[in-house]
């Protein structure tokens, strides 16, 4: 049957309905019921979340069509629903054909077919059933006609599908396809977080951590990079297991963390004198983000493996020991995971290996950067109020360096990233996913750095630190976090084919004077 003058529109609502089911952490599928004049009555979205996709817990009945049917079902009679038409954003499944069929709706448009959802995007996953099959030529005698429509609007609703993240062949796909699609150029990273403190977005709530993939790198090699690639280039997050760095040797850094932050503020300052221009030495609340306008509340000791940056600077010789030995594990698997994504992330590059050899430890032109971060405690009535004024435990940012290194606690709550910063890029429209502990893994991000010398093919995502939640206040307690920062030398020349080449070394003294300004003395 031919559309109706009214389809396009009612699809494009339900493609609408897709996006904010991705932006909200759930699978990118969305639907909505029209009556007989295109008058939307009923709309939905899929309530999936993303994580179940993957193995996680989730309900995996709460799809878009059938989140729909019990609505419906619950304002309209069967004689109104019969009315109506159906429009989902991706034909259905079977699962869902069945619930269309029982709520009595004649008619069902969808925008793009299952089959070209699994041919450019997905891959195989048991979906490739003809909707008409299921309401055609197999059906009994005496079974109710369904007339369907589709598909309609087909290349908008693949491009809500790559636009998520969610499938393992979207960048591929709208590279292809989108001509407003584009890896994102290099750009002023400080604008950027600037932007966040006008507009507000950068406070915006957050909702799971159904975003963030994590990958066992024990697997096969080209399974790996291909899991990487994918996670680098959608969410610019990743958690890697099996990763090899001992447990003692992270449990150890923990410790002298916790010993050295619990003196007073004099004495960390005294034995750890703080130098902006080395950045290098504990500072206390001195980091003001531009996303924000006011200081993280935290406090940190950083140790630059540059020849100088750390005489007369550790705490002691315990301290020392165990903060090299994390340092040196770090790094070899931050060169690993760099390894993996050269290949594809810097094709102008000639010379392979060339990315993780420019990290080197202890040279007199060395930025790697180990950082120990502590967020004091405070009474609940303080936490409230610095909540009420704006305050984060670390502001909205993006991180300078090719790879970070994030090692949690268990129990330390409380990082979250941009949910879906391709679509966040040219809509501006944040929403943020936590990013929570897990168990024997190690979180990774992309930084500016990587993403400047990758032309924008990997991305360097917005994080944060929140606050601690009402829940969290009773006892008030710290929260500890260990970042390995793998920076190129100082001398290392990053190039781009979208901005001006700049050494490394420019590169984070630009960005060190960004934050720390207030204490910055020039060489």
């Known amino acids: 049957m031919p559309p109706r003058s009214y389809d396009e529109e009612c699809m494009k609502v339900a493609i609408d309905e897709a996006r904010n089911a991705y932006l909200?952490?759930?699978?990118?599928?969305?639907?909505?019921?029209?009556?007989?004049?295109?008058?939307?009555?009923?709309?939905?979205?899929?309530?999936?979340?993303?994580?179940?996709?993957?193995?996680?817990?989730?309900?995996?009945?709460?799809?878009?069509?059938?989140?729909?049917?019990?609505e419906a079902c619950r304002v309209l009679d069967r004689e109104g629903r019969e009315k109506c038409t159906l429009y989902t954003s991706t034909e259905p499944c079977v699962m869902c054909a069945g619930a269309i069929y029982w709520s009595g709706v004649s008619r069902v448009v969808y925008g793009c077919s299952s089959m070209q959802l699994e041919a450019n995007l997905s891959g195989p996953g048991g979906f490739d059933i003809d909707i008409r099959l299921l309401y055609g030529p197999y059906s009994r005698e005496g079974t109710r006609d369904i007339e369907v429509v589709g598909p309609l609007l087909e290349e908008e609703a693949l491009i809500a599908h790559a636009d998520s993240g969610i499938w393992p062949k979207c960048r591929e796909y709208l590279e292809k396809n989108?001509?407003?699609?584009?890896?994102?150029?290099?750009?002023?990273?400080?604008?950027?977080?600037?932007?966040?403190?006008?507009?507000?977005?950068?406070?915006?709530?957050?909702?799971?951590?159904?975003?963030?993939?994590?990958?066992?790198?024990?697997?096969?090699?080209?399974?790996?990079?291909?899991?990487?690639?994918?996670?680098?280039?959608?969410?610019?997050?990743?958690?890697?297991?099996?990763?090899?760095?001992?447990?003692?040797?992270i449990d150890d850094a923990f410790a002298e963390s916790s010993n050295f932050f619990s003196q007073s503020v004099e004495d960390k300052k005294e034995q750890s004198p703080f130098a902006a221009n080395l950045n290098s030495g504990y500072e206390y609340m001195s980091q003001i983000r531009p996303s924000t306008g006011l200081a993280d509340r935290k406090e940190s000791i950083q140790i630059t493996a540059r020849e100088g940056c750390m005489d007369g600077r550790w705490p002691n010789d315990a301290f020392k020991s165990a903060s090299t030995a994390l340092m040196e594990a770090a790094h070899s698997l931050a060169c690993?995971?760099?390894?993996?994504?050269?290949p594809r992330a810097?094709?102008?590059?000639?010379?392979?290996?060339?990315?993780?050899?420019?990290?080197?430890l202890w040279s007199d032109d060395g930025q790697c950067t180990l950082r120990f971060l502590h967020y004091p405690p405070a009474p609940r009535?303080?936490?409230?109020?610095?909540?009420?004024?704006?305050?984060?435990?670390?502001?909205?940012?993006?991180?300078?360096?090719?790879?970070?290194?994030?090692?949690?606690?268990?129990?330390?709550?409380?990082?979250?990233?941009c949910a879906n910063p391709r679509v966040v890029a040219e809509s501006k429209d944040y929403r943020w996913v936590?990013?929570?502990?897990?168990?024997?893994?190690?979180?990774?991000?992309?930084?500016?750095?990587?993403?400047?010398w990758s032309d924008g093919r990997l991305y360097s995502n917005l994080h944060r630190v929140r606050m601690p939640k009402d829940a969290e206040l009773d006892p008030p307690r710290s929260r500890f976090s260990i970042a390995f920062f793998a920076q190129s030398d100082k001398k290392t020349l990053i190039k781009s084919q979208d901005s001006e080449p700049i050494t490394a070394g420019d590169y984070i003294m630009s960005r060190v004077r960004s934050n720390f300004e207030a204490n910055f003395k020039y060489p």
Not at 336 to 342: A, F, G, P, V, Y
Not at 346 to 360: A, D, N, Q, V, Y
């Open 24 to 70: 909200n952490g759930c699978m990118p599928f969305g639907a909505v019921l029209a009556d007989e004049n295109g008058n939307i009555i009923v709309r939905a979205q899929n309530g999936s979340a993303a994580s179940a996709r993957r193995g996680g817990t989730g309900d995996v009945t709460l799809h878009a069509e059938m989140e729909l049917v019990r």
């Open 178 to 249: 989108n001509a407003n699609w584009k890896a994102v150029a290099a750009q002023d990273d400080i604008q950027v977080e600037k932007s966040l403190r006008i507009s507000g977005l950068g406070s915006a709530p957050a909702v799971d951590d159904a975003i963030v993939p994590i990958i066992d790198i024990r697997g096969l090699e080209a399974e790996v990079m291909e899991k990487l690639w994918q996670a680098a280039t959608n969410v610019g997050f990743f958690v890697v297991t099996g990763h090899g760095i001992p447990q003692n040797v």
């Open 336 to 342: 690993k995971i760099l390894d993996l994504l050269e």
């Open 346 to 360: 810097l094709p102008h590059e000639i010379e392979r290996g060339s990315l993780s050899k420019s990290h080197t």
């Open 381 to 417: 009535a303080d936490i409230i109020r610095l909540r009420e004024d704006g305050h984060w435990r670390a502001g909205a940012h993006t991180d300078w360096a090719n790879v970070t290194l994030l090692f949690q606690r268990a129990e330390d709550k409380g990082l979250e990233c």
């Open 434 to 452: 936590e990013v929570n502990p897990v168990e024997w893994g190690i979180t990774v991000n992309i930084g500016d750095m990587l993403a400047r």
